[in-house]
């Protein structure tokens, strides 16, 4: 069967809850595409007004971050009970963002993505090289560790339904898109380390996005490749280019 697309807006630390709202009411005659899942994953404060600025379009809400413990004394933490009752689907886990500036790691990752899974989201797990890595030709290795990792016990069934966002540091924020050849490259790895760890059909259904930098211009050959099955897209999914991206195959 083949995979259906998904692609989603990473709104980071923007809009606040009144922004979000607008936000929405411009995009949503914008972004109509059956053929793909289209998300926005927006600052938890926006969820609850963009779930309902979103009611009736093809938009879903997600979460950027969810914490991996149930409730407590984890002040400003979101808990999955908090996100499935506000009715989010879809989380994102381990930005190399929340890695670099909130001290994420793999192990927190696979903590977070267990969580997620333990409470019916779906997570977008995010993994990605940096300049270095990829100068010094470890990228494939590296990427591979981060995968492994952040799918410690998680089932077959489970990972079948995850999404993988392959995001290259370097390409994050700084106009600078992978080469096509580059994003494909990495998300067939990506996909053969899966396959390793659990088997072809698990691989076969796993949806790999590409993110970092993609642009109206660049979508459509990169969601053409063979293992990218949409994208993670910052600075473009607040801007009307977003349509265009989500529209790429029109
Ligand atoms: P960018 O961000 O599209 O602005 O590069 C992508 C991301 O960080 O998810």
Request: proline share 4%.
């Amino acid at each position: 069967m083949a995979r259906k697309k998904i692609i989603a807006g990473n709104w980071k630390m923007n809009m606040t809850p009144s922004q979000a709202v607008e936000l929405i009411n411009t995009l949503k005659p914008l972004v109509k595409n059956d053929d793909v899942d289209v998300l926005f994953c927006v600052p938890s404060i926006d969820i609850i007004p963009a779930m309902e600025a979103a009611k009736g379009t093809n938009i879903q809400i997600g979460a950027e971050n969810m914490y991996f413990e149930e409730k407590g004394a984890y002040t400003g933490e979101i808990s999955p009970d908090m996100l499935t009752d506000a009715g989010v689907k879809y989380v994102i886990i381990g930005h190399s963002e929340r890695r670099e500036y909130f001290a994420e790691t793999d192990e927190t990752v696979n903590k977070k993505v267990l969580k997620a899974f333990e409470h019916g989201i779906t997570p977008i797990i995010c993994c990605g090289e940096t300049l270095t890595q990829r100068e010094q030709g470890v990228t494939i290795d590296f990427i591979r560790q981060q995968i492994k990792i952040a799918f410690l016990n998680v089932t077959a069934a489970q990972a079948a339904t995850a999404v993988i966002a392959y995001e290259p540091i370097w390409a994050i924020g700084t106009g600078k898109v992978a080469t096509t050849e580059q994003a494909q490259e990495v998300c067939k790895a990506i996909r053969e380390c899966i396959a390793e760890i659990y088997d072809e059909a698990t691989a076969a259904a796993i949806r790999i996005q590409y993110g970092g930098s993609v642009s109206a211009s660049s979508a459509p050959e990169l969601f053409a490749q063979p293992d990218i099955d949409g994208g993670l897209v910052g600075g473009a999914s607040l801007k009307p280019d977003f349509g265009q991206i989500v529209n790429y195959n029109k």
